[in-house]
């Protein structure tokens, strides 16, 4: 005979609080588009948990780096994405093209 197996009630409840706390409430995703070699919005608000996503509107392949911190390649006519993992200030550039220029702010949620 086989056994149900039971989950008693309360660790649901724990479950269900841990899923919730560490899911960011209302995370957005925030678009900035690379066209004619720049970055637009050129100045970024957001919150740990958002998503960025650079749509790369040229025919040649760009970056947004941060000199000694996270870069993400963003091919031609594509588009690629972070998700933010803390709070920062950050300028950021294109190594292939450095007059291209960013800001972003992160806070907390």
Same mark, same amino acid.
Not at 22 to 28: D, I, R, S, Y
Not at 64 to 85: D, Y
């Given at each position: 005979?086989?056994? =149900?197996? *039971?989950?008693?009630?309360?660790?649901?409840?724990?479950?269900? =609080?841990?899923?919730? $706390?560490?899911?960011?409430?209302?995370?957005?995703?925030?678009?900035?588009?690379?066209?004619?070699?720049?970055? /637009?919005?050129?100045?970024?608000?957001?919150?740990?948990?958002?998503?960025?996503? &650079?749509?790369?509107?040229?025919?040649?392949?760009?970056?947004?780096?941060?000199? #000694? #911190? &996270?870069?993400?390649?963003?091919?031609?006519? $594509? $588009?690629?994405?972070?998700?933010?993992?803390? *709070?920062?200030?950050?300028?950021?550039?294109?190594?292939?093209?450095?007059?291209?220029?960013?800001?972003?702010?992160?806070? /907390?949620?």
């Amino acid at each position: 005979m086989r056994r =149900a197996l *039971t989950v008693p009630k309360r660790h649901l409840w724990i479950a269900l =609080a841990l899923i919730i $706390s560490v899911t960011p409430a209302n995370a957005e995703t925030i678009e900035v588009t690379i066209e004619k070699l720049v970055f /637009s919005p050129a100045n970024v608000e957001a919150k740990v948990g958002d998503t960025i996503e &650079w749509v790369n509107k040229d025919v040649f392949a760009h970056t947004a780096t941060v000199k #000694g #911190g &996270w870069e993400v390649t963003i091919p031609p006519k $594509s $588009s690629a994405k972070l998700t933010l993992k803390k *709070t920062e200030t950050v300028d950021y550039f294109c190594r292939f093209h450095p007059n291209m220029k960013g800001h972003m702010t992160v806070t /907390s949620p």
